[in-house]
């Protein structure tokens, strides 16, 4: 057992200890307090009061007991919240017998996304079926979060008695942060670098086509003007230059010139929370905030990230609406602890092709030379101190929204 975790069990044990003597510190103050009363003040007073409070703890057992195999617990909010605000989560208590209930005690727990709280909420059901209320959970970092009741008890009518409801409590619900996606300028040298490799396979891509449609097709007839809904990846960007008009290929080749921009999300589990989602955070403002661009400067781009099955999902992006789209998928995933991203069954072809990990270490390496044409490979990390294990170049988001190289 490492030293942080005897630690927090001696803590733990410690705050145990501590509230058990306060208790038994309360209960010698009252008992002493009946002494005096029964002997020195009012004996037949005293008595009844003697009386009352043997006979009153009884009465709140048997309500705290009654009520943990009667009661149902559950909770709604949002699928997603903005970095920043506040989410509501409503949570509903039922009777699901006739006999009033005592005290029901709730404690909800917050993942890492969000501002901890240590707040303990208590409602009655006395004269009621149901009851309802909503608290706030504080969003505090961009990526996937968890809410969750971790502990709902009966207490009797007293409080003081807790007995865990019986039967298993609503499972958690999985929250989405949504980070801000910076604007990045089309000077970014990492964008200039993609752009280039893309214009020199678009000439390539042009000399194909030439040659594919020489022989069978009259000239010209391999192009044709943009209509609304047509593919951007189809627009070659050179040609309608020339025409002052959107002109888009009628042959395929043109998919292979896509770069291809793969997100890796990867918590050790040895790390600590909150510094694991503080660092997702910085990857998924940096990959969306990169499609965006790409996408603005008509750029098709090929986006390749683990989906809900764990299984990897390659997504075309050829649409400005699309990346936002796409975020709210990642955002809606947890991730899973030590897995990197392979890319060893992706079969395509690219002209460039960007890994952004929160982990540049042999892995993405090996992810790396399983790319194609893999001189073209960048990685884009946390931050410029970000390790990286690879031989591959490293960019990062510095704070004015630029990539720079490390």
Not at 272 to 280: D, F, G, K, Y
């Amino acid at each position: 057992m490492s030293k942080k975790n005897k630690k927090k069990k001696f803590t733990l044990f410690s705050s145990s200890i501590g509230e058990n003597i306060k208790s038994t510190l309360a209960l010698i103050a009252v008992a002493f307090l009946l002494y005096i009363f029964t002997f020195f003040i009012d004996g037949e007073m005293g008595v009844i009061l003697i009386a009352f409070m043997l006979f009153a703890p009884l009465v709140s057992l048997f309500f705290a007991v009654y009520a943990h195999s009667r009661v149902k617990v559950s909770f709604d909010c949002d699928g997603y919240v903005k970095k920043g605000s506040k989410l509501k989560v409503r949570v509903t208590v039922e009777k699901t017998g006739r006999f009033p209930l005592g005290i029901i005690e709730i404690k909800p727990r917050l993942s890492e996304a969000f501002v901890p709280v240590n707040k303990v909420y208590r409602l009655s059901l006395a004269g009621k079926d149901s009851y309802s209320f909503e608290f706030d959970a504080q969003s505090a970092c961009g990526g996937n979060g968890e809410i969750a009741l971790e502990e709902v008890c009966s207490c009797g009518f007293l409080g003081f008695l807790r007995v865990a409801v019986k039967g298993e409590l609503p499972p958690p619900v999985s929250v989405g942060v949504i980070p801000d996606i910076p604007t990045i300028t089309a000077s970014s040298q990492l964008f200039r670098s993609i752009a280039d490799v893309v214009l020199t396979s678009d000439d390539d891509e042009d000399n194909d086509t030439m040659m594919l449609f020489s022989a069978n097709t009259a000239p010209g007839y391999e192009h044709r003007e943009y209509v609304q809904g047509d593919p951007l990846k189809r627009v070659n960007w050179k040609l309608s230059s020339k025409k002052d008009k959107l002109m888009v290929r009628l042959d395929e080749a043109v998919a292979s010139v896509q770069p291809v921009i793969v997100l890796d999300l990867y918590r050790s589990s040895k790390e600590l929370p909150q510094n694991a989602i503080s660092a997702e955070e910085k990857i998924l403002r940096s990959v969306f905030g990169l499609l965006s661009l790409l996408v603005r400067q008509g750029i098709a781009s090929t986006f390749i990230y683990y989906g809900p099955g764990g299984g990897i999902i390659a997504e075309n992006v050829d649409n400005p609406e699309y990346p936002e789209q796409l975020l709210l998928k990642v955002l809606a995933l947890k991730v899973i602890p030590d897995r990197h991203i392979k890319l060893s069954n992706y079969a395509g072809t690219v002209c460039a092709c960007v890994i952004a990990s929160t982990d540049c270490n042999e892995d993405v390496d090996e992810a790396a030379k399983a790319v194609k044409n893999d001189e073209n490979v960048s990685l884009i990390g946390v931050s410029h101190d970000s390790p990286n294990l690879t031989d591959l170049p490293m960019w990062y988001l510095d704070g004015d929204n630029n990539f720079k190289m490390v």
